[in-house]
């Protein structure tokens, strides 16, 4: 379970003065009625989820991992930022003995296109190409460059080399998939895109990289659980989702996501899909971005610290690294750095954690919620899930928005079709 901490918040209402309103919001979410109730579909995944779909999920990472060197995850948005996040996460940036993960399918910068292409001239490939519809036209263009490098490559075995995870019934990949015999999972029709890395679109890349999607599902499930009481004495989760709203009241109208782990910061660029693309909408909405500490304190710290006090800040902190180190002694010392002999790099780190919570909240003036989760295991990854998607839901329905759509999203795809000729 996920802990919070309010302590540092500078909050100037009383969290618990929401009780009610939380309880109200909390019913037409387990009743299904809140707006957007026809995407609450993640509310009851850790019970409803596919079992045999899951196996067969397992069966074909391992066949990739048996026979391939890389498996290109082409997908945009929630259709990749959720895997990505969850296996830098867990199995950090550099992992031994795993196949590569490469993502396209997110971007139409060609320079980047044509280096991924070229760079997987001469490797053994497995694409899954992950798109609800089939037509979302980054994931669409790179997956016709690779449906061609594959059938190029391998000829008639391409097809058992391409997976598509996309709509049960209808759509243009699901039809093309069952032209060419792909193997195909399911995007269930009630969990939305940022949601849905619970779901094959994010746990088969998971179970292809070497994670263990058990844990990460018991996780979720225990989050499902642990994250369920609407007493905001009892919810971590909703006690964030109403420090949001009291924040945003007091005239923060942007919240930074601070880490301290390198490999959390494809979970930074999830966390903000999921909250800018919920609440950003009917005017509202705070703008989430997000900072990697003690990195961006040599450049971003400055404005953190001494700008003008428009943000707050809301800290992961993670209890166990991955892996420590213990810093070595020098005999001569020329660097001054033997005061930290022998310590670890992880004690470093967290003390550079405190060291900023002080700076920023003491002499800063900046709000800070501390968030903490236990390892950046595959359970625990599950769990924050859990722990964001609830706590998004009530925030942003606590604005009266819909939490689970994104008109605004469609109007850059009106204006790019028109400039690029389709009809």
């Known amino acids: 379970m996920l802990t919070l901490d309010l302590n540092h918040a500078k909050l100037k209402e009383d969290v618990k003065s929401y009780q009610e309103e ?27 989820y596919d079992r045999n ?24 948005g929630g259709s990749y930022l959720g895997a990505r996040a969850a296996i830098e996460m867990i199995n950090g940036i550099y992992p031994e003995n795993q196949i590569e993960i490469v993502y396209l399918g997110n971007t139409f910068s060609s320079s980047y296109i044509a280096q991924v292409m070229k760079y997987i001239e001469g490797k053994s490939v497995y694409v899954n190409v992950i798109s609800k519809s089939g037509t979302t036209t980054e994931t669409a263009l790179a997956f016709r460059i690779l449906k061609q490098f594959m059938e190029d490559k391998y000829g008639e075995e391409a097809s058992s080399r391409i997976i598509a995870t996309t709509d049960k019934a209808r759509g243009t990949l699901k039809a093309l998939a069952e032209e060419q015999g792909y193997e195909t999972f399911v995007i269930p029709d009630d969990i939305g895109g940022r949601f849905s890395v619970i779901t094959p679109v994010g746990v088969l890349p998971m179970a292809a990289a070497g994670i263990d999607i058990d844990a990460f599902m018991k996780g979720y499930a225990d989050g499902s659980g642990e994250y369920s009481d609407p007493d905001l004495d009892k919810n971590p989760a909703y006690r964030y989702a109403v420090a949001r709203r009291i924040l945003q009241n007091q005239g923060y109208d942007v919240e930074l996501f601070v880490n301290y782990e ?8 999830w966390w903000k899909q999921l909250f800018g693309e919920s609440e950003g909408k009917d005017g509202l909405g705070i703008l989430p971005d997000s900072a990697n500490f003690s990195t961006d304190l040599h450049s971003l710290g400055q404005f953190v610290q001494d700008g ?41 780190n967290k003390m550079a954690a405190k060291g900023t919570l002080m700076a920023h909240e003491e002499t800063g003036g900046i709000p800070n919620i501390l968030i903490t989760m236990p390892s950046m295991s595959a359970y625990d990854f599950g769990n924050m899930c859990m722990f964001f998607f ?27 079709f028109k400039l690029l000729g389709k009809e």
Do not use: H
């Open 308 to 348: 003008k006090k428009v943000l707050f800040e809301t800290n992961l902190y993670v209890d166990q690294p991955m892996i420590d180190i213990t810093f070595p002694n020098d005999k001569e010392d020329k660097d001054g750095m033997n005061y930290l002999a022998g310590k670890s790099v992880d004690w470093a």
């Open 390 to 416: 609830k706590a998004i839901a009530m925030t942003t329905l606590m604005n009266g928005s819909n939490p689970f759509n994104q008109p605004g999203v469609e109007v850059y795809k009106k204006n790019m």
């Open 53 to 76: 779909e899951f196996a067969r999920i397992k069966e074909c990472a391992k066949r990739i991992q048996e026979n391939g060197d890389v498996l290109v995850v082409c997908g945009i």
């Open 262 to 269: 390198t490999q959390m910061q494809m979970v930074a660029e």
């Open 22 to 48: 939380v309880n109200k919001i909390d019913e037409t979410l387990r009743n299904r009625t809140c707006k957007g109730n026809d995407f609450t579909g993640w509310l009851t995944w850790a019970q409803d």
